[in-house]
């Protein structure tokens, strides 16, 4: 329960970290870190407008999405804390929660018949295909190394008993941090802030949507940041330290993990369409050098 309502606290502050660093980087003050917070409730608090040519799956697209990630962060352990569900297999169970979540937008976007949001829609499917192997190799082969398949063990296990050991754990946040990047459709796959239909993923998938359902699709991209976020704290989080000590490296990595990806926003471009499958592919490359180090660690 309690790695539960950490994500939630991070989540909360995740996004205003990012916009507030692409501020303070591109000479301005920059929105306040809780502006996100107020947005998500103003959308709360306003009414959807559907069309008449969508289906009944349009508006439960958004609720399913929500809730598929809100069930990914019930998997999700801090430290030495379990998550609210733990059983062996759970990081197979989370990769495709996040697959069920996409899935629905997906099937939501094409529901509206607009081409626009088709073609959305199939980047958004290529994208997810080519991150998810990157995923699987990561947490396989930290499964190999330390002997189990849930989350909690496989972080409980993991030590820094070899100096090989910290690059490990610097790569996986790399790869994982990228593949949130990827989930979310931010810089270098995709720009949030643009407006050109023709070059957007996921901000063209929502075009229709409104009210409360863009507010739970924007607070799920934001819940699945600090979620990424978690697990990479867990690597360097050592379960002997006090809960304090835990908490304090569990935000600091958060707000690090944010300052990144505002820092990636604020001075990279977004790739070219023809390149975006390149780079995704290129972190299952990632992922297989560390699944090379493991070999080389497990034979010493």
Known sequence: ???????????????????????????????????????????????????????????????????????????????????????DGDFVVFAYMLAMSRFFMILMALDTGSSFEGMGASREAIFSMLAEPAFFVLMGSFALLTGYTSFFDIFAAFHFSEPASYALAALAGSVLLL?????????????????????????????????????????????????????????????????WLQALVFFAVQALSAVIIGCVESFGARFRMSHNAQFVFALTSLSLLISFGVLLMMRQ
């Open 179 to 243: 593949i949130v990047a990827v989930e979310n459709s931010r810089v270098p796959v995709d720009d949030p802030k643009t407006h050109l239909e023709l070059t957007m993923v996921h901000e063209v998938m929502i075009l229709d949507n409104s009210g409360f359902d863009l507010g739970l699709i924007m607070y799920a991209g934001t819940l699945k940041f600090a979620v990424f976020g978690t697990l990479i704290a867990n690597f360097f989080i050592n379960h002997s330290w006090s809960l």
């Open 1 to 87: 329960m309690l790695s539960l309502v950490l994500i939630v606290v991070a989540s909360l502050f995740f996004a205003g970290i990012i916009g507030r660093t692409k501020g303070i980087l591109s000479g301005r003050k920059g929105a306040r870190i809780l502006q996100p917070i107020y947005d998500y409730l103003r959308l709360f608090r306003k009414g959807a407008v559907y069309s008449h040519t969508t289906t009944p799956i349009f508006r439960w697209a958004p609720v399913i999405y929500f809730s598929a990630v809100l069930f990914a962060a019930f998997l999700t352990p801090f430290g030495s804390s379990k998550g609210l569900l733990s059983f």
